[in-house]
């Protein structure tokens, strides 16, 4: 503290700064903070991506986003693959946790290495891979139904409406689970191990020290992982692409999806814009409102 | 005494039991890959789990000589790709860390906020402006336009990771430094760089694991095929063999290999990096 005065290596001046901080503030705003304005604007015509833009729809787009079926279907989607991720990868992902990372379990490397290693995988890579395993004709689950149900023809999962969400969130929990153990088992080593010995030695059951000394001693990656899990599900997009593009009749479709095909398959650059800003805004409510509930907790 | 003894042994029975099973779950899809890459179509449909007899070598030595697909060519964009925007990530961010970081001034800290709102911003918002600005600056189906928005859109993370670390590095140092007469550059380039060598370890694994596994910027980019990387040439590539799933398999697999390698080679930090980033930030 009592350098703070002396340190020093001069002053900053102007074309220091301009070397160190220029490069990195064109490229953000160029290619961050522009665009999403510019889709902000966007969002208010009708516009193909070429010409100039000059069919103002006011708030028609927003008004058309509202009522549009399929908006309605991607957004439902979104939010089963997040309740999905919170009611069954957390917890799993968190027992997971607990065993791999007790000191007297023998093997939890080897265990930990092969749980995160999907995480690595590209999601094209996962979702084609995928593809092959639901197959009807040469995958796995129809070696499956073949012991199974011999006589019974295997059910195309991707391919059936009913099917095809719960079909791909199977995949996601394969691929993301090990990476929410991870997150916890991180949480995990930060609890002091004394308060867990004096839990033990005052008699607290396994469960009742789980509850009041792990889980609170966890908060900090819980709410990551719930953060991540949510955030995560509205910009879902590559798995979704590769495991048959939201198809068949949108019922695998997410909101990521339904905006590519809008914006770049049917070139209506302006209504794109209009669910960008309603992903954006989304995104930015639930930030505002989780930020705020950790607050009043903390 | 002897029941307690029994239990803790039923637990552990019952700890080693879910691991098996969910390691199973993960690893018999990999497996399947693998295998099912040595086999012929009619041994892939009667057996997609079984081990291939006999093995056919065929589709990976095709796929390896360039017989089929363009393997090593989507391997080499992919790295190009990967290596240029880890190289922006480091240029670009170690200066602008290290100006946040040790440097005052008076914007500072609200320039820090500014580039904090870039996590607040998914790419998916990003994605039909950036097409339209990307072809007004003429840089649809070019590399470089391929790496730019990947390294815009990991500043705002790397940045906090990166000036949280420099801002730790003791004030000492920089006296000394001063001492022996070193400007701005000679401190950031001859105390700061190396003193940051994990952080800057952290920050390559993580970019370089993202731009490997990206599909929407590239897919968004490019147009024609000799620039495809990795995992647009996993999709290019099923549309092509339909349903010749052993050559899809077989190229599947190629196409993992590199990442599970950097993993096997570099898993504490990719591990540390793609959690213990997010859990520091």
Redesign the interface.
């Known amino acids: 503290m009592r350098?703070?005065h002396?340190?020093?290596?001069?002053k900053?001046s102007f074309l220091?700064?301009a070397?160190?901080?220029g490069?990195?503030?064109i490229?953000?705003t160029?290619?961050?903070?522009?665009?999403?304005f510019?889709?902000a604007v966007?969002s208010f015509y009708r516009w193909n991506?070429l010409g100039p833009m000059v069919d103002f729809r006011g708030l028609q787009n927003y008004a058309q986003f509202i009522q549009d079926a399929i908006v309605h279907k991607a957004l439902l989607h979104n939010v089963i693959i997040a309740v999905v991720s919170l009611v069954l990868e957390l917890p799993?992902a968190m027992?997971?946790a607990l065993?791999?990372s007790d000191p007297k379990?023998k093997?939890s490397v080897f265990?930990r290495?092969?749980?995160?290693?999907?995480?690595?995988?590209?999601?094209?890579?996962t979702g084609?891979?995928?593809?092959?395993?639901y197959?009807p004709?040469?995958?796995?689950v129809?070696?499956f139904y073949a012991l199974v149900f011999p006589a019974v023809q295997a059910p195309a999962l991707l391919g059936d409406t009913s099917t095809v969400l719960w079909a791909i969130l199977v995949v996601i929990v394969?691929k993301y689970f090990?990476?929410h153990m991870?997150?916890f088992i991180?949480?995990l080593q930060d609890i002091p191990r004394e308060q867990i010995e004096a839990a033990t030695i005052d008699g607290a059951s396994k469960w009742r020290i789980f509850g009041s000394v792990t889980l609170p001693g966890m908060r900090?990656?819980v709410q990551?992982s719930v953060f991540?899990s949510i955030?995560g599900s509205?910009?879902l997009?590559?798995i979704v692409?590769?495991m048959g593009k939201g198809d068949p009749v949108n019922a695998g479709e997410t909101i990521?999806t339904y905006?590519?095909k809008i914006?770049?398959q049917r070139f209506n650059?302006g209504y794109?814009?209009t669910i960008?800003?309603c992903?954006?805004l989304i995104?930015?409510v639930f930030?505002i409102f989780y930020q705020k509930i950790l607050v009043k907790e903390g | 005494m002897q029941s307690m003894k029994g239990q803790t042994r039923l637990m552990a029975a019952v700890k080693y039991l879910i691991c098996a099973i969910v390691l199973l779950i993960v690893v018999v899809p990999l497996y399947i890959s693998v295998m099912g890459g040595f086999k012929s179509t009619g041994q892939l449909r009667a057996e997609p789990m079984g081990f291939p007899s006999p093995f056919y070598a065929n589709q990976y030595l095709d796929l390896l000589t360039g017989k089929q697909g363009s393997f090593w060519m989507e391997l080499m964009n992919s790295l190009i790709i990967g290596i240029g925007t880890v190289a922006g990530v480091l240029l670009v961010g170690t200066f602008a860390a290290y100006a946040l970081a040790r440097m005052k001034f008076k914007l500072n800290s609200l320039i820090y906020a500014y580039f904090q709102l870039g996590l607040l911003f998914p790419l998916a918002v990003a994605i039909l402006p950036l097409y339209v600005q990307l072809r007004t600056f003429k840089l649809l189906d070019t590399r470089i336009g391929v790496v730019l928005p990947q390294v815009a859109f990991q500043l705002a993370m790397m940045l906090m990771l990166l000036r949280g670390f420099i801002k730790a590095i003791p004030n000492e140092l920089e006296e000394a430094s001063a001492i022996d007469g070193c400007g701005q550059f000679g401190f950031l380039f001859r105390v700061i760089v190396p003193l940051s060598t994990p952080i800057l370890a952290t920050v390559s694994v993580i970019t370089l694991v993202g731009s490997w596994d990206n599909f929407f910027t590239p897919l968004l980019v490019f147009n024609s095929q000799r620039k495809f990387t990795l995992p647009m040439g996993v999709m290019d590539f099923m549309g092509q063999h339909a349903s010749d799933w052993n050559m899809i398999l077989s190229f599947l697999t190629l196409a993992m290999v590199p990442a599970v390698v950097l993993y096997v080679l570099c898993q504490k930090y990719i591990v540390a990096g793609l959690t213990g980033g997010a859990v520091k930030g």
């Open positions: 350098s703070r002396r340190a020093g290596i001069g900053a220091t700064l070397i160190l901080l490069p990195a503030l490229l953000f160029t290619l961050v903070i522009v665009p999403v510019e889709a966007f991506g799993l027992v997971l065993i791999v379990f093997g265990f290495t092969f749980f995160f290693l999907p995480y690595v995988l590209s999601e094209v890579i084609v891979l995928w593809q092959f395993i197959n004709q040469y995958g796995v129809k070696a394969w090990g990476f991870t997150i991180a949480g900090t990656s990551l991540f955030i509205f910009q997009f590559d692409w590769a990521v905006m590519y914006g770049l650059i794109g814009g960008a800003v992903i954006f995104c930015l930030n």
